[in-house]
């Protein structure tokens, strides 16, 4: 008996060591080259200065500018945790790590946060703009003070920041005004978040080839409109444990983002592996490539960006909220959902969206006043219009982006809608840089048809909402809802928070300054040899460069499938 035991319990212990070596990770190798079309492939870099305050600075920088805060990438669902790190701009308080600090304290009276800078992080050497050199606490005070000085900052960003001062190299001390619940994103992880070296700004942030920072890789060519090249930093400081072992990061030698604005084209890359990667994919072009290229791995996920027709409501006929109203309620939302995305979309997922629990509210949770904005009624949407002294309809101009191929079948869909109830709309397709000056210049059209991301929680109704702010397509200016706003900013408590947001959410949605529309899924797709990776896109505000640099290629297998 005595024998049986043992051999059983041999043989159970041999069947465990089994299982455990198939779900070991595999071995991370170093060197080869990463083609991407990201998440915006049609878009070449809009600036390379942080000072310019571009939305997309992140994306074309973060592999070679770091921030104080990143997400914590061990949280990952790849790595058994919960978080699929999609978000545009949406870290969870429990998935954020220090990047450039390794700690950090807060104290009150005053109220302020101490911040201990992580050793040992380079510069590295840029030859004609400054010397190979460790970053101290004064880089975090020249970069702050660079952007909050700025005259393109936006307004109001910055004031809860008494003071930024370095006490000693190693130690940095933000001194706050009040409490704001936005701190760390502001300046720590946020859109404007960037540490940029005082040699950089002397010798022209703007120009790409004088651009310089701690993180994984430098920036070594960029062709405007066509890619960036981003070659291996061999001073980098961060390390990955994979399987028990430690490894210096990166893994691969060059990472090159294509600038590709013909969908076509960039769903041909993928195909023949022109491509490694390619992180934005409409479902209608997912299904095909499914059955093209079978070899592919996928991942989907709702967009973090919602989509809409935004109506001036400074000018006539959109002062009146019955026309607003009415233009809801003509177009068809639930038959864009199934006829146009193939079920491929939420109906109700902007401005909050489904991710950010304890802060979305689904739609049966809504108001009726509400879901009748998302239910179809051209009859009482006529009605409306007459009320409202527009009996036979009338006519409006829209701008929208070239850039987007799913913009650009839908608008002409919604036209039609609006054409039933006697509305006439006539399409102005923009190229990015012009649509994108409409914005920030505040001369958009009387209708303006854009997704704007839904970046986190707090952010998503002051950017688009509040006075003057710059994402205000639709010139929504209410001095109460400017209040509310302030007032949730300084609540310290998250619970009272999220009841705060989704009340001024509620108001925004009946108030109808856009038209909502329903927010597609999207699918990201790679060729089997990219390891170390599950579909995440980003590590902070469309950051993806700390996710990138915990990527490998498979060399091997990508021969034996004749790559």
Known sequence: MRILKSALLGAALALTATAVSAEAPEKPKYGGSLEIGTVYVTLSALSFDPADWNWKLNHDTGLFYEQLFAADLSKSKQHGGKHPFYADAWLPSDAIRGELVESWKWEENPLRVTMKVRPGVMFPEKPGVMKKRELTAEDI??????????????????????KVEATDKSTVVFTFKYFNAEWDYRFGWGYYSTITPKEVADAGATNWKNVNGTGPYMLTDFVQGSSNTYTRNPDYWDKETIGGTEY??????????RTIKDEATFLTALRTAKLDL???????????LKKSTPQLKWS????????????????????????????????????????????????????QHPDYLGYFEPL?????????????????AKKLLAEAGYPKGFSFKVQVCSCNPDHMDMLPLVAAYLEQVGVKVEIQPMEYAAFLSAMTTKTVAPGYFMNNGHTNPTTTIRKSFVTKEVWNPSQ??????????????????????????????????DKAPYIWLPTPYIYTAWWPWVKGYNGELRAGAVRPGPIYARMWIDEELKKKMGR
Do not use: C
């Open 364 to 380: 049966d949770a809504m108001p009726a006043s509400i879901k009748e904005l998302f239910e179809y009624n051209p009859d009482k």
């Open 300 to 351: 989907r996920w709702l967009n973090m960006s919602g989509t809409f027709l935004s109506m001036r409501v400074d000018t006539k006929p959109f002062d009146d909220i019955r026309v607003r109203r009415a233009l809801n309620m003509a177009v068809n939302k639930k038959e864009i959902v199934q006829a146009y995305y193939g079920g491929n979309a939420e109906l109700f997922a902007y401005p």
């Open 278 to 288: 390619l992180e934005n994919i409409r479902w209608s072009a997912a299904d095909d």
């Open 141 to 162: 005070v020249f970069a702050y003070a660079r952007l909050s000085t700025s005259p393109k900052k936006i307004a109001g960003y910055f004031d809860h920041v008494e």
């Open 248 to 257: 210096k990061l990166p893994f691969i030698d060059k990472i090159t983002y």
């Open 476 to 509: 929504y200016s209410d001095p109460a809802l400017d209040k509310k706003v302030a007032d949730m900013y300084q609540e310290r408590d998250e619970g009272k928070r999220q009841a705060m947001i989704k009340e001024m959410t509620r108001e925004i949605l």
